[in-house]
């Protein structure tokens, strides 16, 4: 996994319990930061994240990635020679942890014992100056077939027969398998929460309460809020906003938000670090979860507040065509959502939510109980596992998961 902290947090515990719900004997092993609270033993030394900017198809930067991936191998081979499993999975990872993985599965397995590995690829993947998403994985690829063609010379199993690269949805599949030639499978996230709101939130609160939540940054729309506030001030509905910030978020937005706060609008300021707990908490307790994200930056990637609000039932408002705007029309198509990234077209899509805020968010109540059912974790968990219990006769008893 790779980290406990923010949304992956939740996919954590959500892949971990729908596991272990399912009978399986589940191990972790975490690639960041390794906290109290954080189940799992730390597995790598070094950041395996900051390698994504390297360039493959230059000399200097080719062979830092090959050292990467060799310190990944040796970091992960003896976790896989303790524990012996049955399937990997890794979350959120890059071609030099992919890399690194299958080069310790050759080593801690006879040729056609080796464990199913199942590795959810990085978004967003469009081609950029900065990062090298696409670049590294096809060059990881050409290596990994060339060693195949050599395997299938001597009469070996090949590593890649039992890897399966994903990634959350068809836009970034597209873009990855463009880059790499290599077909990448489509799994949906399993961004969860653990609690749904339930038929107490069948009519909305008074007031209604929209949020604005996670970590605010100027791509996500945050220093369009005091407009948006701004202009919705002449509603009927009474509207609290709960808006969460941080040290590093624009200090001259913050001073507009306060100011407005002093004209009387009702505003909630949350500047603290939430534990989990909290956090869903706070989620739970809006009716309406507003994404003002910049439509450019989302074509690819996802939003864990996204899945997660869709998962317990808000009302979620998010740029129309980009994939955040896709998943949220396929669970709440009666959802407003905006064309433009202007603070009129964004107010626009919550006016429309506030003005009909019954049947909308029953609509969303209903969003939720269909997102349990395609992309929650226990199908999550079940889809990771499927390719492996395919193969039970063949796997000894004391084999795990990992």
Same mark, same amino acid.
């Given at each position: 996994? $790779? ?9 954590? %515990? ?24 954080? =189940? ?42 303790? !524990? ?43 081609? @950029? ?5 696409? %670049? ?11 060693? !195949? ?22 836009? &970034? ?38 949020? @604005? ?41 913050? =001073?507009?938000?306060? !100011? ?7 505003? =909630? ?9 909290d956090y869903e908490k706070l989620l739970l307790g809006l ?18 507040i996204c899945y997660e609000g869709l998962s317990q039932g ?7 065509? !980009? &994939? ?26 919550? $006016? ?33 596992? @499927? ?16």
């Amino acid at each position: 996994m $790779r980290s406990h902290r923010g949304h992956h947090a939740n996919v954590c %515990e959500a892949i971990t319990s729908a596991a272990r719900s399912q009978g399986h004997r589940v191990q972790i092993a975490i690639s960041q930061k390794k906290t109290d609270a954080c =189940e799992g033993e730390k597995v790598f030394s070094q950041d395996v994240y900051c390698n994504m900017k390297r360039n493959p198809d230059a000399f200097v930067d080719r062979m830092r990635l090959k050292l990467a991936s060799s310190r990944v191998s040796r970091e992960v081979l003896p976790i896989l020679q303790r !524990t012996r499993p049955h399937a990997i999975y890794a979350h959120s990872v890059n071609a030099v942890v992919c890399e690194g993985i299958l080069q310790a599965i050759g080593k801690a397995f006879l040729p056609g014992g080796a464990p199913f590995f199942m590795a959810e690829m990085p978004f967003p993947c469009e081609p @950029s100056e900065r990062y090298f998403y696409g %670049e590294q994985l096809r060059a990881m690829f050409e290596r990994l077939n060339g060693r !195949t063609a050599a395997a299938r010379r001597r009469s070996q199993a090949n590593l890649l027969d039992r890897f399966a690269p994903i990634t959350v949805n068809e836009r &970034t599949s597209d873009l990855l398998s463009q880059s790499t030639g290599v077909e990448i499978g489509v799994m949906p996230s399993p961004y969860a929460v653990r609690s749904r709101r339930g038929q107490e939130h069948k009519h909305r609160s008074t007031p209604l309460r929209i949020g @604005s939540v996670g970590h605010q940054s100027e791509h996500k729309g945050f220093d369009l809020l005091p407009a948006i506030i701004e202009s919705l001030g002449d509603q009927k509905h009474k509207i609290q906003w709960v808006i969460q910030h941080q040290d590093e978020s624009n200090p001259a937005t913050l =001073e507009q938000l306060k !100011t407005l706060q002093q004209k009387e609008f009702d505003i =909630e300021l949350v500047h603290r670090d939430l534990t989990p707990s909290d956090y869903e908490k706070l989620l739970l307790g809006l009716d309406v979860i507003l994404l003002p994200y910049k439509p450019q930056r989302y074509q690819s990637a996802i939003s864990g507040i996204c899945y997660e609000g869709l998962s317990q039932g808000s009302v979620v408002i998010a740029p129309r065509h !980009t &994939t955040v705007g896709k998943i949220v029309h396929e669970f709440q198509p009666e959802t407003p959502q905006f064309e433009d990234w202007t603070s009129e077209s964004i107010a626009a899509a919550v $006016r429309k939510s506030v003005e009909n805020a019954d049947p909308i968010g029953d609509a969303a109540l209903a969003g939720a109980s269909l997102y349990a059912q395609t992309n929650g974790p226990d199908v999550y968990a079940r889809r990771i596992m @499927s390719p492996a219990l395919q193969d039970l006769a063949l796997i000894q008893p004391d084999r795990s998961v990992a």
